[in-house]
């Protein structure tokens, strides 16, 4: 028995401990996947607050897996694993069901699991955390109380100043799908002969005598019989789910609303890219230097874009603090908040591969490199 209370708590603690810190490497990732939960759960007033409940959820999860592998606080940490899992492990069988978001996000970008199999982990991590707790009186810590308060304290400041760091520059670890050394153009091809999505449409009929609304496949609808049943609504459903590339969403046009996606992507030469998510707040923390770059870039005949995601009037309102040669396209939100977490930041690609990404900050070193 001594040996199953052992290996449950080193389990869900090594399980705990991965799973916070693949979310605490890129916590802007995490508040986008509480945004998804918070759309489809229609909870849109939590949006502002979701990049704090994301870095704290992500240093309860951290602390509690930490403390319950080194066997700190044993009791509480269990008590708190198990509030944990009662919470999440019901979410996930309701996202399995409903199928709301395509991926939990529990393991961030590192790792990629179904709904289901979301579920299946939950369950059995679930089931480690009740033989902690039912033999809880069991665990007991080595450490003194002052010994436990500073190493949880510890715990609690390396997760809130990893964070920190993660956010105001780029992830240390890279696990989405616009990393350096990535082809963008070869990682939007979907292969010949892939899966594609398959649906069900669904067409619901009203019952005119008794007011019924019925469900009908559309090989089997009652359109004829036009004295019982009368058209109501369609619905399409996903059945399965089809091969979609690392990259499926990158899509740019001009402030003319030209595509411009294979102009970027063809480009045989090196091509410089600013990006401001938002552009009214990324192009007011610009300074000289962005002046300097373009020039630069101009004297050496380099393409150099700006992508945000910004509607046109934000753009026409704030674009002359950029210079004239710096082409504006826009794209989308969330892909450009996948490409790079920070506003505003850089990007280097050629021949379509990504070169180099930074936050802003350090253009300086590319105007050094320029100069030596």
Do not use: C, H, R
């Given at each position: 028995m001594k040996i199953l209370i052992k290996v449950s708590r080193i389990l869900t603690g090594i399980v705990f401990v991965f799973s916070g810190f693949v979310k605490a490497v890129d916590p802007v990732g995490f508040q986008i996947k509480l945004g998804d939960y918070f759309e489809a759960m229609s909870l849109d007033f939590l949006m502002p607050v979701a990049l704090v409940l994301a870095v704290l959820l992500i240093i309860a999860e951290l602390v509690v897996g930490l403390t319950l592998f080194f066997n700190i606080f044993p009791k509480l940490?269990?008590?708190?694993?198990?509030?944990?899992?009662?919470?999440?492990?019901?979410l996930t069988l309701w996202l399995a069901v409903a199928n709301p978001v395509t991926d939990c996000g529990c393991f961030g970008d590192a790792i990629k699991l179904t709904n289901w199999q979301t579920f299946g982990k939950n369950v059995i991590i679930l089931f480690f955390v009740l033989v902690i707790i039912f033999y809880r009186k069991k665990l007991i810590s080595t450490l003194s109380f002052k010994k436990s308060i500073i190493l949880t304290?510890?715990?609690?400041?390396?997760?809130?100043?990893?964070q920190i760091r993660n956010i105001n520059c780029l992830p240390i670890i890279d696990f989405r799908p616009f990393k350096i050394g990535v082809n963008i153009k070869e990682a939007t091809i979907i292969p010949e002969g892939a899966k594609k999505d398959v649906y069900q449409t669904v067409l619901f009929y009203k019952n005119l005598k008794t007011g019924e609304s019925k469900?009908?496949?559309?090989?089997?609808?009652?359109?004829?019989?036009?004295?019982?049943?009368?058209?109501?609504?369609?619905?399409?459903?996903?059945?399965?789910?089809?091969?979609?590339?690392?990259?499926h969403d990158f899509f740019l046009?001009?402030?003319?609303?030209?595509?411009?996606?294979?102009?970027?992507?063809?480009?045989?030469?090196?091509?410089?890219i600013l990006i401001l998510h938002n552009f009214e707040k990324g192009v007011k923390k610009?300074?000289?230097?962005?002046?300097?770059?373009?020039?630069?870039?101009?004297?050496?005949?380099?393409?150099?874009?700006c992508f945000t995601s910004s509607n046109t009037n934000e753009i026409k309102k704030y674009n002359s603090l950029l210079p004239e040669n710096i082409e504006i396209c826009t794209g989308d939100y969330k892909m450009l908040k996948t490409f790079i977490r920070v506003n505003p930041?850089?990007?280097?690609?050629?021949?379509a591969?990504?070169?180099?990404?930074?936050?802003?900050?350090?253009?300086?070193?590319i105007i050094k490199e320029f100069n030596k």
């Open positions: 940490s269990a008590w708190v694993a198990l509030a944990f899992m009662l919470f999440f492990t019901p304290a510890i715990f609690t400041l390396f997760a809130l100043i990893f469900k009908f496949d559309i090989n089997n609808i009652p359109y004829e019989d036009t004295l019982t049943w009368e058209y109501d609504t369609t619905f399409t459903d996903l059945v399965s789910k089809g091969y979609e590339p690392p990259i046009t001009n402030l003319n609303g030209e595509d411009q996606t294979n102009k970027i992507l063809n480009n045989s030469g090196t091509t410089y610009l300074d000289d230097n962005i002046t300097k770059l373009a020039k630069q870039a101009k004297e050496n005949d380099i393409s150099f874009y930041s850089f990007v280097i690609i050629e021949n591969v990504i070169k180099d990404k930074m936050p802003y900050y350090k253009i300086k070193n």
